[in-house]
Each structure stands twice: as C-alpha cells, then as structure tokens.
C-alpha cells in the first residue's frame, strides 16, 4: 500500500483519525482543518490515531500529528492515544521523540465507529509552507536531535521570497 488516505470518525466527542498508506505533506490542509473542527467541537472528549495501516509517515506528518498533541495535552489536559503494530513506524515514532507525546499502543486499534475518508484539500502554496514550517519548528522543539535534523530546511522555508518573510 502506497497511496496515501487518512479517514476519521466519530461518536459523541470521541475521535478516531486512521492514515493509510504513505501519508505525505499532500494531506496537510485536510488534517490542519479535521483538527480545527474537532477541537471546536463542544462535547471533544478524546482523540486516537491510528498508523496500523501507514507504511510511511513524512516529517510534515509528524510534526501535524506532534501539533495535535501538544495541542490535545494544552487544551484538555490528556495525551492523545497512538496505536501502531509496524515495526519501522514505532522505530520513527521513538526517533521522533512521541513517547513524550502520546499514550503509545502497540495494538489494533479497535473501534466500532464507521470511518469517513477525509479527502485532500488544495490549498495556496504560501499556506502549505506555512504548515509545513510550523510542523517542523514543533519537531525540532521536541528535541536536539531533531532540531538538528530539520534545521537547515526551516532556514530555507524561513527565507524571504520577492522581499517578504516567509
């Protein structure tokens, strides 16, 4: 499986976000705005993700995901559950620092609720960057390894393009 699809569900404030396939950068837009409108939701009272069936996840990815939780333990005092069964994914998830993140589970993630494909979104090429940027400034906050990692390609998104910062 290499296509990329992320689906969601949910049942009364309790969400399920499933990414399938090698999930990219292309699905940014579609995640920033599922978050936004969970989180506006008055009665959210739970996030999982569920990567079981990712064969990739990019650092744009991850660093929405890391957003999300940060965010989740921010507003409503409780980290997110992750559940992953793929060797490599867990192998990127600890490299990546989400033990300090999420509630890790190494499991099927089991839930009763239908999902619903969350369709990519086209978005202007300035407000990809600016997603892309603030997902990997949130990575590089998570640690020195991964500061180190993506520093040099968020000086390169920060440049100014035609006289104006990015």
Request: hydrophobic share 40%; proline share 3%; aromatic share 6%.
């Given at each position: 499986?290499?296509?990329c699809?992320?689906?969601?569900?949910?049942n009364?404030?309790?969400?399920?976000?499933?990414?399938e396939?090698?999930?990219?950068?292309?699905?940014?837009t579609a995640?920033?705005?599922?978050?936004?409108?969970?989180?506006?939701?008055l009665?959210?009272?739970?996030?999982?993700?569920?990567?079981?069936?990712?064969?990739?996840?990019?650092?744009?990815?991850?660093?929405m995901?890391?957003?999300l939780?940060?965010?989740?333990?921010?507003?409503?005092?409780?980290?997110?559950?992750i559940f992953?069964t793929?060797?490599?994914?867990?192998?990127?998830?600890?490299?990546?620092?989400?033990?300090?993140?999420?509630?890790?589970?190494?499991?099927?993630?089991?839930?009763?609720t239908a999902?619903?494909?969350i369709?990519a979104?086209a978005s202007a090429?300035?407000?990809?960057?600016?997603?892309?940027?603030?997902?990997?400034?949130?990575?590089?906050?998570?640690?020195?390894?991964?500061?180190?990692?993506?520093?040099d390609?968020?000086?390169?998104?920060?440049?100014?393009?035609?006289?104006?910062?990015?």
């Open positions: 499986m290499s296509d699809r992320i689906c969601a569900a949910s009364a404030g309790a969400h399920v976000l499933k990414l396939g090698d999930v990219r950068l292309t699905m940014c995640l920033d705005q599922y978050f936004q409108s969970m989180f506006g939701e009665d959210f009272v739970s996030v999982w993700v569920d990567v079981t069936e990712a064969d990739g996840l990019d650092s744009t990815t991850l660093g995901l890391a957003q939780a940060i965010q989740t333990k921010e507003r409503f005092a409780f980290r997110p559950a992953s793929n060797p490599s994914i867990d192998r990127l998830l600890d490299t990546m620092g989400f033990d300090q993140l999420f509630e890790r589970r190494n499991e099927p993630c089991n839930s009763d999902v619903e494909e369709p979104v090429e300035a407000e990809v960057k600016r997603q892309v940027l603030e997902a990997h400034r949130t990575l590089m906050s998570m640690s020195d390894e991964n500061a180190g990692a993506f520093r390609l968020v000086r390169t998104l920060e440049r100014p393009e035609d006289g104006h910062l990015a």
